[in-house]
């Protein structure tokens, strides 16, 4: 089985090779000229598009993002544990008055 990067690997040589082999068949005169905006902009289009997914993507695991209590509260539980055993251990924690504001 092909990891992913080496698939996106092989995918963009192989979009490079056709993009090269296009390109000489432009200035060979092999291709008709009036493609020939189509060919020199065709890696700015894929730049474009990947860039375009990209923010979908991102954009979609943020609005989709989901809350986890069950972790939060086994965090916390941890954390006072791990409060508990330095302070058996004679660990002094100093207080913590600050508090934080997100709107003001």
Do not use: H
């Not at 020939?36 to 065709?42: D, G, L, R, V």
């Not at 598009?49 to 989901?66: D, N, Q, V």
């Amino acid at each position: 089985k092909m990891k992913r990067s080496t698939g996106f690997l092989v995918l963009g040589l192989l979009l490079a090779l056709g993009w090269g082999a296009a390109m000489y068949c432009l200035y060979t005169e092999i291709i008709d000229q009036q493609y020939n905006w189509m060919i020199k902009c065709f890696p700015f289009f894929l730049l474009v598009c990947f860039g375009s997914y990209s923010f979908i993507k991102i954009g979609w695991a943020l609005i989709t993002i989901k809350e986890c209590g069950v972790a939060q509260k086994e965090l916390e539980q941890e954390i006072k544990e791990v409060k508990e055993e330095l302070t058996n251990k004679g660990y002094k924690f100093q207080p913590f008055d600050q508090t934080i504001t997100i709107c003001t």
